[in-house]
């Protein structure tokens, strides 16, 4: 069953904090040298108050939710705050099919989470059930499990959640930020912040550097960067993002079968592109036209309706505008699902099979059986003390404060579609497998003259290119444990972010199980010579 905590809780009692202080310290007194009793045992005491900690953290996206168990088991007290009422961003709204890589590049929290869901399956299903075998080791998950195991494990950790609130504005004395001011009235007082959100809200608001689109090819060098439609705009920046969309959870069982309906403002005309790649793909089966991933208990993690060009202003827009804009293509996707079940220029093949399909009625029962959280694949980047770029995905790999491993392949979805008359043409899109490659502290810190006590493991410093390999839930994910562990470092270490010794945070890192270098993993993924990923 799914519980909800109040908007303030899980509240944690200081005993969760001292026991997290306590391991944290015995580990220290083995482990890397300069984290002794004496620098740790301080870490915690700013918590006092409600609406103070040592790290504040902004969103509840699973970057956000590993970098607060990770600092809370470092001693640190730790709020989480958020404008959603369902934590856990998209891994909790329909992203269950993990986009891993090499799972062997996946370590620490982020596979311990994994390994949580598939502890779930096996305690409620048993260790040879269907469910567990579907739940391929815990990397494939429903919405609803997925959202289980992280508010036991927030309240196991003792990190305070501030629920369904919004950054209005950002307190700072010089670099240094020191408070957040919520819509509520709310004034949020941390050490350290790091923004955790898909977006890259709290950074703008902190005056950090960022870019939002394409970089020009120029910009960096990089040959898959800019526009590439039209020929005469090839290479070109702007300011476009790629497309939103929703991971619907489907099912075809009859007694959790919810039917697809017809939509307000439905617009069957709007489908023209999606038909054309289904029908040049020859498709005469449903999943050509709509993926259908599995997840355990029958249900899939469906990308629905893809919509280029639709999404470009959600990011700056205010909080009323966003809804709008989700709304819309909450509008868009429901219309694609009854349009493959009903339109007469979808093959009737693929009508007869959508026919069977339908949203599952456990899943996000409290808002229609429709996933909480838009799929935001691309928001503002950091312009940061490191800007990874292509370079840094292919040809230098290794990173000597390398921090985490992404082994994800360029990616990008059509940015935008052009069409003349019946010929569609996509702008924007590539796909390049990689040899998995270092990602460094540096990339998740903003200039030190703009903000000296912020992280950004989602939104961080990269270009458009480099972004569409780092940008999956695994990568963030490891991102989000390296900053709360950082963040914990800096303040038992009294050293500033930017000054960290990387040599020292690695060996951390290492020790709690992080993979950190990429040198090891020399092969391309996938393996199999025309087996390529199915792109998210």
């Known amino acids: 069953m799914k519980s909800n905590p109040p908007h303030d809780g899980p509240s944690h009692p200081d005993a969760h904090r001292e026991v997290n202080r306590r391991a944290f310290v015995g580990m220290m007194s083995v482990g890397v040298a300069g984290w002794g009793l004496a620098t740790a045992v301080g870490l915690g005491q700013s918590a006092a108050r409600a609406d103070e900690a040592d790290l504040v953290i902004w969103d509840s996206t699973p970057s956000g939710l590993v970098a607060a168990v990770a600092a809370a088991r470092a001693g640190l007290s730790v709020l989480l705050v958020t404008e959603d009422k369902h934590l856990g961003g998209l891994q909790t709204s329909g992203l269950g099919y993990t986009n891993a890589g090499q799972i062997p590049t996946i370590g620490g929290i982020t596979r311990e989470f994994h390994e949580r869901v598939l502890k779930y399956y096996v305690a409620q299903y048993g260790a040879d059930a269907e469910q567990t075998k579907a739940s391929l080791e815990g990397f494939r998950f429903e919405p609803h499990v997925a959202e289980h195991v992280w508010e036991v494990w927030l309240v196991e950790a003792g990190v305070r959640c501030v629920r369904e609130d919004v950054i209005q504005s950002v307190e700072k004395k010089g670099p240094r930020i020191t408070a957040l001011r919520m819509a509520s009235g709310r004034r949020l007082q941390g050490r350290v912040f790091i923004d955790a959100s898909y977006e890259g809200d709290l950074l703008a608001l902190a005056g950090c550097t960022f870019h939002l689109g394409r970089e020009a090819r120029d910009k960096y060098g990089e040959s898959l960067a800019g526009v590439t439609y039209p ?31 017809e939509p307000p403002e439905y617009d069957p005309a709007s489908y023209g592109w ?27 993690d469906s990308r629905t309706a893809e919509w280029p060009g639709h999404s470009w202003g959600y990011i700056e827009a205010s909080r009323e505008m966003r809804s709008q804009i989700e709304r819309a293509h909450r509008n868009h996707s429901a219309g694609y699902l009854w349009f493959l079940m009903n339109d007469p220029a979808v093959p009737q093949p693929v009508r007869e099979e959508a026919a069977l399909w339908g949203l599952a009625r456990d899943e996000f029962t409290d808002n229609g059986n429709w996933p909480w959280h838009i799929y935001v694949r691309e928001g503002r980047r950091l312009v940061g003390e490191f800007v990874m770029t292509q370079r840094d995905c292919i040809d230098d790999r290794s990173k000597p404060d390398g921090v985490g491993v992404c082994s994800w392949y360029l990616d990008v979805h059509p940015v935008e579609v052009f069409q003349d008359g019946k010929d569609f043409h996509e702008d924007g899109f590539f796909n390049q497998p990689v040899q998995p490659f270092d990602i ?15 992280l950004a493991p989602v939104a961080l410093s990269a270009s458009h290119v480099a972004f569409s390999s780092i940008r999956v839930e695994p990568v963030w994910m490891i991102l989000g444990e390296s900053s709360g562990v950082g963040a914990a470092l800096s303040l038992s270490e009294n050293t500033p972010l930017h000054r960290l010794p990387g040599e020292k945070l690695r060996g951390r890192l290492q020790q709690l199980g992080q993979v950190v270098d990429s040198r090891p993993f020399q092969e391309f993924w996938p393996k199999k010579k025309g087996s390529g990923p199915k792109s998210v």
């Open 274 to 300: 999606l038909v054309n790649r289904m029908k040049k793909a020859g498709g005469q089966q449903l999943h050509w036209a709509l993926p259908l991933n599995p997840m355990p208990n029958g249900k899939t």
């Open 440 to 454: 460094p502290w540096r990339s998740l810190l903003p200039k030190a003259a703009e903000a000296d006590n912020l």
């Open 231 to 261: 020929i005469e705009k090839a290479g070109e920046g702007d300011r476009k993002l790629q497309p939103f969309d929703y991971r619907c959870c489907l099912t075809q069982k009859p007694e959790n079968r919810v039917p697809f309906t």
